[in-house]
């Protein structure tokens, strides 16, 4: 795996109210955090753009509402943001799925930074990290999708349909390996590229 000196790394939604169990359900991939962590310890280390999002929920009651304590960061995001060079981080604020209709305009920065590789990582994999990642190979960047730095919920569909976190994390990285939008590669992978 070729990592360009200045790959952006999108950390997506790793926000405080995704730990309110009782609203969200059982989650996948318990080791998502550390990998995580891993992840923005080696582009802080490296020199390389992070970017952080924030969803700014709408809905009235959601743990990730402004102004409610679910909105803020994890910890050991809050932590470490403001740890790489000013010029190469960024925080967009959003109210849907998908980072690149946030504030301020993620794709026009990219751009201006002459940006063309992405790592994305956060939460939830099938929801604002996969929709990110849609978009982000119709732009024509070149991205990777480090799955095991993602985690997300079970969820039921129509018809009473319902699937694990684990299957719709799996049925993520299928459609988007499969379909061409991203490379689904490890936290490990990405930060022996970015190591080296």
């Known amino acids: 795996m070729d ?3 200045n790959a952006a790394l ?11 169990v009782e609203h969200w359900g059982v989650r996948n991939n318990p080791e998502a955090d550390d990998n995580i962590a891993a992840l923005i310890d080696a ?4 020199g390389r753009p992070v970017v952080f999002t924030r969803h700014d929920s ?3 009651g959601s743990p990730l509402r402004p102004g409610y304590e679910g909105n ?10 403001g740890k790489g060079a000013a010029e190469s981080e960024l925080l967009v604020a959003k109210s849907v799925n998908s980072a690149f209709y946030g504030t301020p305009d ?8 002459g940006i063309g590789q992405l790592v994305m990582a956060g939460i939830q994999t099938n929801m604002c990290v996969e929709t990110t990642t ?4 119709n732009l024509g960047y070149d991205v990777f999708f480090a799955l095991d730095a993602t985690y997300t919920f079970g969820q039921e569909g129509p018809w009473g349909w319902e699937l694990t ?3 719709l994390a799996r049925a993520t990285a299928v459609s988007l390996h499969g379909g061409g939008f991203a490379q689904v590669v490890t936290a490990q992978d990405v930060v022996r590229a970015a190591s080296a």
Not at 43 to 46: I, L, M, V
Not at 72 to 80: A, L, S
């Open 134 to 137: 849609r978009m982000a190979g």
């Open 10 to 20: 999108v950390i997506i939604d790793v926000q405080r109210g995704f730990e309110e």
């Open 58 to 60: 709408t809905e009235p």
């Open 106 to 113: 993620l794709d026009a920065w990219l751009k201006a930074a």
């Open 72 to 81: 803020g960061f994890k910890e050991y995001v809050e932590r470490r943001r």
């Open 165 to 167: 976190a684990r299957e």
């Open 43 to 46: 582009w802080q280390a490296s």
């Open 3 to 5: 990592m360009a000196k």
